[in-house]
């Protein structure tokens, strides 16, 4: 039996050793087993908008430079010199055909390749002058750009499992292809990093953490009926991954109401998706959908908006945040006012709902220090259900015995659900193949 997990199937009840959000050796188990051995997202390719853009980017613990070459490839490269280690580029970002170091002079291009060093003729002719590392994995699907430190991973598409189609739900909003907005939301939390994995996709909390953005949305609708909160489900994707997923009659329960000529272009939007890909596929589409992929992306399609959330563990009681809006470029400016509207009001460090989520997370940080006396937290919620909702906690225990897999060896059984209803289950008429992966970078 795991030191960290209980998975009693018998009574039923699930618990979580609360020594695994505290503990400095659990933290450094992390890096090891997991991290290394994970496909991590780096970026989105639409925030390389032209030849030798640049962003800069902390993933595993490692500085990476995310950029588009001037071959138009999208590339990865450790952010560190291969003469004495300076980091190569400290803007978090910007467009130079050549990356220079401060240190020393050694200048490479967005390719990776080195281009010059001052004072060439002091290394001789047969010196092997030095090109940028990159990740030994580096690929994409639907333009999310992913890394693994692990060269023997098995490939993305096979890693993502049933988590590539709720990215599909995604991308499929758009026929030009989804792309980030500019702007960048950024905020830290003292508390572990798998509190925040746990919050992103836990429909049990909203309507007590979240009162006051209920009342607003009350205020704004005149009515608020949750019971279609019944027709959401949580649904177990394999390798770690999880979401809860809502019908289409969820979606009137988040969010204020559209404009007019909003709903309108909305609806038009929907009718040519319908024309694309058929009604079932379209009927997921209208609902919601928090996605988390294992261990630390998370892609959440709710409140009008679509937040793609990277969380950093930095310590065993602190975390970095970073959050991107993703939007359809097509889409007229009404929808896009209120998409940028919620991705602050709602989304945003300072919005209604981020600041609550950070203050219970922090509550639980700071109970932990009670955990010789109560040293196991409850996630058994839905455990004696064959269906579970989004309320319920079956998408936590997913996670958490991926976790547990990677971290103690021990393998727990996945908890068998009901089939699921054809509003979750419809297939997408098939379009094209599949977009190719990218350059590794190599």
């Excluded at 580029?89 to 390719?111: D, L």
């Excluded at 002091?122 to 030994?136: E, I, K, N, V």
């Excluded at 929808?335 to 219970?360: H, M, Y």
């Amino acid at each position: 039996m795991s030191e960290f997990v209980i998975d009693d199937r018998e009574m039923p009840r699930f618990q979580v050793n609360r020594e695994a959000m505290v503990s400095d050796d659990v933290f450094a188990k992390e890096r090891e087993k997991i991290f290394e051995h994970s496909w991590l997202y780096v970026g989105h390719e639409t925030e390389l908008r032209k030849k030798n853009d640049f962003k800069t980017r902390v993933v595993a613990g490692r500085p990476l430079i995310f950029a588009r070459d001037a071959e138009n490839c999208i590339r990865v490269w450790v952010n560190s010199c291969p003469h004495r280690g300076a980091m190569l580029c400290r803007e978090r970002q910007g467009n130079a055909r050549f990356m220079t170091c401060f240190y020393h002079g050694w200048s490479f291009s967005t390719s990776g390749n080195m281009v010059s060093m001052p004072d060439d003729a002091s290394y001789g002719p047969d010196f092997a002058r030095p090109d940028l590392a990159a990740p030994p994995r580096v690929d994409s699907y639907r333009g999310f750009v992913f890394v693994s430190f692990d060269p023997e991973i098995v490939d993305l598409r096979a890693y993502l499992a049933g988590a590539a189609e709720y990215l599909d739900l995604v991308c499929d909003q758009s026929e030009k292809g989804m792309e980030v907005l500019e702007g960048t939301h950024e905020y830290s939390v003292k508390a572990n990093w798998k509190l925040l994995v746990e919050n992103s996709f836990d429909g049990y909390h909203a309507v007590s953490t979240h009162q006051r953005y209920f009342e607003m949305v009350l205020a704004a609708r005149g009515e608020l009926d949750p019971s279609a909160l019944a027709e959401s489900r949580a649904i177990d994707l394999g390798n770690g991954h999880a979401v809860i997923a809502g019908a289409p009659a969820t979606e009137g329960l988040f969010g204020r109401p559209l404009s007019n000529d909003g709903a309108d272009e909305r609806e038009a939007r929907f009718d040519r998706f319908r024309e694309l890909y058929g009604e079932g596929w379209v009927d997921r589409m209208q609902g919601n959908r928090n996605l988390v992929i294992f261990p630390n992306l998370v892609v959440i399609d709710l409140v009008m908006g679509v937040l793609v959330r990277k969380i950093d563990p930095v310590a065993p009681d602190y975390m970095e945040v970073t959050a991107w809006e993703l939007a359809p470029p097509e889409e007229g400016s009404e929808l896009r006012k209120q998409r940028l509207d919620n991705f602050l009001t709602f989304w945003g460090p300072g919005g209604l709902a981020s600041p609550d989520d950070v203050e219970a997370l922090e509550s639980c940080q700071l109970g932990y220090g009670g955990r010789r006396e109560l040293g196991w937290s409850d996630i058994s919620r839905g455990m004696n259900k064959s269906a579970a909702s989004s309320t319920d906690e079956l998408q936590m225990r997913t996670w958490w015995r991926r976790w547990n897999e990677l971290i103690t060896g021990e393998v727990l059984p996945p908890e068998e659900q009901e089939t699921l209803g054809d509003v979750f289950t419809a297939q997408r008429r098939p379009m094209s193949a599949e977009p190719a992966g990218i350059s590794a970078g190599t």
